[in-house]
């Protein structure tokens, strides 16, 4: 089974702290926990031991990502984080579980949502570098 302390520490890696860009759909963000997808959550106040309970119980859990290799559920919990846990499982079905398939996919995934509203695009350079990052991490495993 994977470990879930690995994979946040990547996570919390990259998603950083408070941050309110006005072109980011999610509002408000702190350690990737948005405001949109959160409304009753103190974004300005949570701790990090707040957020790594969020994404227990909301992308680790749900995403199943702790019943897959630990290469593969790393790249399959960080997309449920940055793309959701629907289109995360989407990814993951359609990579036949292969990571490096799964990172391929989720760039063109990408390609897709700057399509559909290109104000996104001031997004896609820090995505591509964090599939990259994801995939030297895979490289270790």
């Not at 860009?21 to 997808?37: F, L, N, Q, V, W």
């Not at 227990?56 to 290799?69: H, K, Q, R, T, V």
């Amino acid at each position: 089974m994977a470990d879930f302390e690995k994979a946040i520490d990547f996570v919390l890696k990259h998603e950083g702290g408070y941050v309110n860009h006005p072109d980011d759909p999610g509002g408000e963000t702190k350690y990737g926990i948005a405001k949109r997808a959160h409304p009753s959550v103190d974004i300005k106040n949570i701790t990090v031991e707040g957020a790594k309970g969020i994404y227990l119980s909301e992308y680790w859990i749900p995403s199943g990502a702790g019943n897959l290799s630990d290469a593969l559920a790393l790249v399959h919990f960080d997309t449920a984080v940055n793309c959701g846990v629907g289109k995360a499982r989407v990814i993951l079905d359609a990579s036949k579980d292969d990571a490096r398939d799964y990172l391929l996919l989720r760039i063109k995934h990408y390609a897709v949502i700057i399509a559909a509203n290109p104000k996104l695009s001031a997004f896609l350079k820090g995505w591509i570098n964090r599939c990259m990052d994801l995939y030297q991490e895979i490289k270790k495993l």
